[in-house]
DNA sequence: CTGAAAGCGCTTACAG
DNA sequence: CTGAAAGCGCTTACAG
């Protein structure tokens, strides 16, 4: 294979000149550039990354780590974390860990520390506890709840705030006894403890007292399965309610499963609402009302926070940036006819998601 | 940052020695070991990948090139290939073309052929007549149907035979016109045409003549989107049906919703078959009956035989590897009850997914 | 605007 | 079992 000295000789000039010609260096002779370029393409020459990383001291691959691609928000949050990276000429590895320590630790530790430039991390396990362990000697931004103020950079939303609305607005349609699945006692921290300090705070605000009997903890993982085993509990309780608050979307949707199972009207006898506003749940029946955590702000913050950090260029204290949060309302709640509040009318989800990319017309499938 | 040259003045040994300890070469002595191992912590040595990348002309690093994570079977199936990879010491970076035939293109270009020791490929865009395209110098795998006999590894699974199943659970239930949600008139070969033989197949077998009524192409994207606007045109055009077969979860639960949304019963009136055996098929409501495509075994056999052509060890010829199927029968086909044809009876899911890696006891959410 | 030399931190032969 | 030398293919100063 070519390197970089074949194409200096082929093109007559030295390694350097090659070298400047494709980083973009400015101050070349144009009739050299051209002579350079048409060696390059006669050899078919390509850099070998490697050997430019290991000189540079960059390898132009950031980590993304996340708990797994299983989980919808993070599959989505994995395609706008790598479309966001492209634009700055970056790699994407994602790391799952599973939500292991061990596994979240070992991001931190950077066994791969040579491999990336900087790292994107949301954590799972690790909690407020371990905020010393971000203390990292390469750029780093976090991501979620876990650590809230933790020594990097971290974007994140305002989960009380945005927990909140969704509360208020089951509040705002008259609904009086709202069932959590989510909740997390054991939690000192984290997305489980933030949305149910937003869900207390519009009951507080409404005058209702707080029923713990209406609190379901289906565990640390929010699967489809676990908000279906929540709802089932509730249901064999015989606990009375007249709607739900999924503390994430597949909560949500698994017990919206077990609640149209179990002859439950959607949303007369209950509404349902959940959080992340997942592809899906335009597509669930009925449509399911959810919290937009602003996704795709989320990755491109994070991405431009990572940049800023690996050039150098970032503050020198961290920063802590809040995605804007919309509530979008749907037939979860409000049923098919216009909503009582004046939301728009809802219609069966026909149009084209403006985020999914264009197939050129040449493609198949 | 300390280099092998500081661990092994530490140890008093050469560069050498500590590079045979860290690739666990076996002949040496315990003690030479140990003290190397010690100058390692002491001095918390983490080796440069990018050196010995370049001198080793590995990068440890495969590529897995998929249409967008968004689709729920990709994000599952690069968590399966994550996963696999990972026991073989592999990194894996995602490159998601968006099914852009350009971007399919750079894949095999080999933009990136320095960064990465091959290539797991599950191509959109590119058809048959870009077979040729696969022949590139670095080790890859094909996964898919868009080019069946293409001139390298290739893992997929019998699409046919599978599509011939779904269709004859659906006939032994006793429908008899069962409308197609994905069939692409305009492919050549891939998922689409292939199942749609196995469908053709299976109607043949049975005696039933075909009613491109029936037959809906809703494009080369197979989201939950174009499913439900497939079903939205048969019940606009009064086609009157009794099964649906949407060639992949998404397509079937989209059509699943706007059934459910016009009034239909599920199953009583209209059958509801799906494909890929995403999770989600046992959150619908009702679930959905759908074809299990082996995706673990994909992924696996993927990495393996990747793993062989880049340790050389693989069989001169290219190699075609077909996973095992199944049909896995839920509530969208055969309700609530016990299944005629004696299938178990369903239950809801409440069950764990075995799939999900277990979360570790301390952590939290 | 361009060149010649040195060196990033490893591993590969080659010796012993 | 271990060592000394060379070199993987680039980029970084340093000159001019």
Known sequence: MATMQDVARRAGVSAKTVSNVLNGYPYI?????????????????????????LRAGRTGIIALAIPELSLPYFAQLSDA??????????????????????????????????LVDGVIFSPLALGPDDADHLRVDFPLVLLGERIPHGPVDHVTMNNVEASRAATQHLLDLGRRRIAVIGAFPGEQM???????????AALEAAGIERDDTLITSPGPWWHRTEGAQAMQRLLDADIRFDAVFGFNDTLALGALHVLLWSGRRVPEDVAVVGFDNIEETRFSMPPLTSVEPGRLQIARTAVDLLAERVGGTGPAGQREIYADFTLEVRESTVGRQRSPGGAEAVSPPLEADPTVTPLDAASGR
Chains 1, 2 share one sequence.
């Open 29 to 53: 002779k144009e009739s050299t550039r051209a002579r350079v370029m048409a060696a390059i393409d006669e050899l078919g020459y390509q850099m070998n990354i490697s050997a430019r990383n």
């Open 81 to 114: 974390v790598i479309e966001a990276a492209a634009t700055k000429g970056w790699t994407v590895v994602i790391e799952p860990t599973g939500g292991v320590r061990e596994r979240e630790l070992e991001v931190l530790s950077g066994a791969r520390r040579h």
């Open 190 to 200: 984290g997305t489980a403890t933030v949305r149910l300090n937003g869900y207390l």
